[in-house]
């Protein structure tokens, strides 16, 4: 298995830099986390709190070698420090409820888009010229073209504020008990629609781009000539000979869509005041609460290298060539 | 025990005014209040000293002492009975009401005010009165169970001010904590009228009545319990308010009358009172702005009208006075020392023109500017943070206003931190800044503006202008019981400030207040003005909640 041996060393090395990427910026910023919370405090806090927040926030100690290496040790240690937004509570905490919102909004947006996307993709492919392969892709360029925030305030302001079908923020109504219980568990569902929907338009239209590409390539190679002369049905050709190699290409596509989907979910969580990560990393951008920017960044470097890892293994299954 | 028995004229005045004497008439116990809280997540802090969640639960969970109501210039009384200084200033003793209680059902005494008063002595950051750091307080000692005397380390008759802020903890759960700026208090015991915490989650908090409230033979607080809810920012509180799913609003609102009153006009109100000053602080160290007839010009230049209709939706008060301190202040006007200046406060182009003229400005290069008298450019910049939309649209229309009289100026858009230093450094050409109002009493503001000991510290001193008389006029202002001295002092500051103009002022920054009638009744409003409506200060906070019924 020296494929997976050398996949682990590429990660290991990507991981490093990204991290090392992830101290250097924000202290590339102007100004300090203390002065921005000064600062949007617009003089209704008195000068004397400014020192008490330094020293408590620790902004002043170290040369900055020293700090990297106190980064390093924290962040395999897991320990992430306290946020500056909600001092004294640790990052970690902040980040464990923060998570399963987004990996369920992004995990649930993915799937419906790529079931729906690949399944429109290989029909139009594979019926060329038909109604659904001149309408279908087109519209759905059109859409997912759209700003993802453009996409999210429009949905917003028709289906939540105007017609008032969907709530307007929140992961469930906080009025609700947590628990697995119908009542839960049908507001969480409720609360996510619209969310899920703003990722799914945008991120539909090219799936079925891709697949409908890589498809069309594939239906021209001889073996599917050959499939059709052994006399096989359509269906079985579509799926097991064209679908199988077309996928490919796609699954390198998912994996690098990762990204796009939690910069996706920063917009989208924004305007539906959803409980997740992506909300989380813009309200720390604008405090410039490093700890926190810090762990999410790094969270989101671990979702993508999961991802891509979770791809090169499904490359192992699809592809019998990779397996020496 | 010689002095104590005195009390000064300052705590006479305060003490007059009770102002639980004007609840009209009493309502049914019941309802329940829903307010916005801007933050990431709720968690189970209910430490007043946390950054956490501290002003959530300041004055409603923990009374202060005594609440300063600077709307009527009074004294709502909490804790505190009264309280008045030693005839030498030296000390002041506080009496607290008898008979109150924890609610958990201790008794409230001195010691526990005692206590809390210490923890700022020990560590910095539990210090919410500031007169540890400040070297002012020198000891504190218990007298009897409800007497507390706080002994000073100079004459000062303006520590009273500072009181209120103090969080009064319970010394018998918090002697026992080992480190209170991490302490969480998940299970609160407290003072106020609503101490009971009935759930905690991420994104709603539920605190109910206080069992022992010392309130509770006059009904109060009429209101069962307060809902947080957790938002993220103001567009979702609008959207909230809109849809009825919140009561008390603190936020800037775009077109509110179309989008929050209209909707629902009966229910859905706003009233934003006048809270700080906002000013252009000039450097007078350089040319232009040294010599006192560019000032006045600057001043006269200026519709203010316009400017808040335009720049901010015609939410601020615009400011008719050059005296130093806005309506926020009001109770302490002196008519005539602003009728002096007051013309410099009105659009009077043609006026400023003349004056400009008549000191030798003239556009000696034909560019269409004017120059200096010495044949010099005259081209500043104004300093606006970057991001502060409505104040740099404020810049932009005083740079117009300046031009239409043939003065070039620039907006100048800067981050934080250079805007930050330049004003504390005096390193700028002119800058638009608030001014202090976290005090009861305008010679706070006028202290930022003028004490040579705020140099370097404060953003309103390094313009230029300070004077050894104005230094020991406002030292005597604290040193002084003396009610009508203070109004002298206040008076001869009042015109040090429109005589000099360092500033120039433009509006009063509005108190972003919107109230939702549908379910809860009592709001403070224009008809009905008996507070400040500020959510985030735990004593303006109490006076509202303490009003507010279920309809």
Redesign the interface.
């Known amino acids: 298995m020296s494929f997976v041996a050398r996949r682990f060393v590429f990660y290991f090395v990507a991981i490093m830099v990204a991290i090392t990427f992830n101290f250097i910026m924000p202290r590339l910023m ?3 986390p203390v ?2 919370i ?2 949007s405090a ?3 806090m ?3 709190t400014l020192q ?1 927040y330094k ?2 926030l620790g902004f002043v100690d170290g040369p900055l070698w020293v700090q990297y290496f106190r980064y390093l040790k924290s962040i395999f240690t897991w320990d992430l420090g306290p946020t500056i ?5 640790p990052v970690t905490e ?1 980040l464990a ?2 998570v399963p919102w987004t990996f369920g909004l992004a995990g649930m947006s993915t799937l419906i888009s790529v079931t729906i996307g690949l399944l429109i993709g290989t029909y139009a492919s594979y019926h060329r010229g038909g109604l659904t392969d001149r309408f279908m892709p087109g519209f759905w360029a059109f859409v997912s073209a759209m700003p993802q925030p453009v996409t999210a305030l429009f949905v917003f302001f028709l289906l ?2 105007s017609w ?1 079908w969907f709530p ?5 109504n ?2 609700l ?2 628990g697995w219980t119908l009542g839960y568990i049908s507001s969480v569902l409720h609360h996510s629609v619209l969310p899920i929907l703003c990722m799914v338009l945008g991120g539909i239209g090219a799936w079925i781009f891709n697949m409908r590409n890589a498809m069309i390539n594939v239906l021209g190679e001889d073996y599917i000539t050959m499939a059709k002369a052994k006399g096989l049905s359509n269906r079985r050709i579509m799926t097991h000979y064209a679908a199988r190699n077309a996928l490919l290409p796609v699954v390198t596509a998912v994996s690098m869509q990762v990204g796009f989907v939690m910069a996706g979910a920063i917009f989208i969580e ?1 305007v539906f ?1 959803y ?1 997740g990560v992506g ?2 990393l813009f ?1 720390a951008l604008g405090a410039r609460d490093y700890p926190t920017m810090q762990a999410c960044f790094l969270l989101i470097v671990v979702f993508v290298l999961v991802a891509n890892f979770i791809a090169d293994l499904l490359y192992l299954w699809l592809d019998p060539r990779l397996r020496n | 025990m010689k002095k104590l028995g005195l009390t000064i004229a300052v705590a006479t005045i305060l003490s007059t005014a009770v102002l639980n004497a004007q609840a009209a008439g009493t309502h049914a116990q019941g309802g329940t209040l829903t307010v916005p809280i801007i ?3 709720f ?1 189970d ?1 209910f430490n007043p000293y ?3 969640q501290g002003d959530m639960v300041a004055g409603t969970m923990f009374e202060p002492l005594w609440a300063p109501n600077t709307m009527l210039g009074k004294t709502n009384w909490r804790l505190a009975s009264n309280y008045s200084f030693a005839n030498d200033l030296k000390s002041m003793t506080i009496n607290l009401k008898p008979g109150l209680t924890w609610s958990d059902g201790e008794t409230l005494d001195a010691e526990d005010v005692v206590f809390s008063l210490n923890l700022g002595k020990e560590d ?2 539990l ?1 919410s009165t ?1 007169q540890w ?2 070297g002012k307080f020198a000891s504190v000692e218990a007298l009897d169970a409800t007497t507390v005397r706080i002994n000073f380390t100079t004459a000062d008759g303006t520590i009273d001010w500072h009181i209120p802020r103090l969080h009064v903890v319970p010394e018998h759960i918090w002697k026992d904590v080992e480190d209170i ?2 302490f969480k208090n998940s299970n609160p015991v407290g003072s106020g009228p609503i101490t009971e915490v009935r ?1 905690v ?4 908090i539920e605190i109910c009545r206080n069992p022992n409230y010392y309130k509770a033979d006059q009904g109060l607080p009429y209101l069962n319990c307060i ?1 947080f ?5 103001n567009s ?1 509180i609008q ?2 308010l ?2 009825d ?1 919140i009561d008390w609003g603190s936020n800037f609102i775009a077109d509110i009358d179309k989008t929050y009153v209209d909707p629902n006009p009966q229910n859905h109100g706003y009233w934003y009172p006048a809270n ?1 000053l906002i000013n252009i602080y000039l450097n007078t160290r350089e040319a232009p702005f040294s010599d006192i007839n560019f000032r006045k010009a600057f001043s006269m230049s200026l519709d203010r009208e316009i400017i808040v209709d335009l720049a901010a939706y015609g939410y601020p008060t615009a400011e008719t006075h050059v005296t130093g301190i806005g309506e926020f202040f009001k109770t302490h006007f002196n008519d005539d020392e602003n009728a002096k200046y007051d013309y410099l406060a009105e659009y009077n182009p043609q006026a400023a023109m003349a004056l400009l003229d008549e000191a030798g400005y003239i556009d000696t290069d034909g560019d269409g500017f004017l120059e200096n008298p010495d044949g010099s450019e005259i081209n500043f910049d104004i300093h606006v ?1 970057n991001g502060w939309t409505d104040w740099v649209q404020t810049v932009q229309m005083v740079s117009e206003y300046l031009a239409e009289i043939g003065i070039k100026a620039n907006t100048k858009t800067v ?3 250079v805007y ?1 230093s330049a004003l504390k450094e005096g390193t700028y050409q002119a800058s638009i ?2 001014s ?1 109002t ?1 005090g009861e009493d305008p010679i706070q503001a006028y202290r930022d503006y003028f004490h040579t000991t705020q140099q370097g ?3 309103h001193t390094n313009h230029g202008i300070s004077s050894p008389d104005v230094d020991a006029l406002i030292d005597e202002y604290s040193a002084t019981s003396d009610v009508d001295r203070r109004k002298d002092i206040l008076s001869e500051l009042m015109d040090f400030t429109g005589k000099n103009l360092a500033f120039v002022p433009l509006f009063s920054n509005p108190t972003w207040y919107q109230y939702n009638a549908t379910r809860i009744g009592g709001w403070p409003s224009a008809e009905n003005a008996f507070v400040q409506p500020v959510f ?1 200060n735990g004593s303006n906070k109490l006076i509202v909640f303490e009003q507010l019924y279920a309809k």
Not at chain 1, 168 to 172: E, F, M, R, V
Not at chain 2, 229 to 233: A, F, H, L, S, V
């Open positions: 102007p100004g300090d002065a921005a000064f600062a617009q003089g209704r008195p000068l004397e008490a020293e408590m937004m909600l001092y004294p509570l902040l409820v923060k939540a504020l008032k307007l923020s929140y992961g469930a906080p009025d008990e947590p924004t005041n409980p909300l989380l309200k | 933050t990431q997540t968690i802090d946390s950054g956490a910095a950051k210090d500031g750091s400040a700026s991490t759930q989650r991420d994104n709603q809902k809810r957790q938002y993220t920012d979702q959207a909230a809109i849809n799913e700080d943070v981050d934080w931190s930050d800044n608030w202090r976290n510290l404060s953003w985030y």
